[in-house]
């Protein structure tokens, strides 16, 4: 009986790590995700909805240390695409709906 009570007590402390998983790590370049401002995405830009606002898409541009940031508009992708200053060097800057910010 002993034996029995014992079983049952190593399975039902067993059973809670039984349970657990971890979730997999995307190895996937398209998988969205957030970007913050020590990572972005390889394929970036990505295309999609974005929700940015004018005003936010300049303040994100000018964050990721673009200046003189302007013609700021929406393509049909989902992407703002503007002109602007890195460096000393006009560029061509995209950001897109995660927050990754790539000149072009």
């Known amino acids: 009986m002993k034996k029995i009570i014992l079983a049952a007590a190593l399975i039902g402390a ?34 999609g909805a974005n929700s940015f606002t004018e005003a936010q898409a300049k303040t994100r541009i000018e964050e990721a240390g673009y200046s003189d940031v302007k013609n700021l508009n929406k393509d049909d992708k989902g992407i703002w695409m503007a ?14 709906y995660q927050g990754n910010v790539v000149a072009k």
């Open 14 to 47: 067993a059973w809670p790590a039984l349970a657990q998983t971890t979730p997999a790590t995307g190895t996937d370049p398209n998988t969205p995700a957030v970007a913050t401002p020590d990572t972005k995405n390889p394929t970036a830009p990505v295309e």
């Open 83 to 96: 002109a602007g200053m890195k460096d000393g060097k006009a560029v061509s800057i995209a950001l897109d």
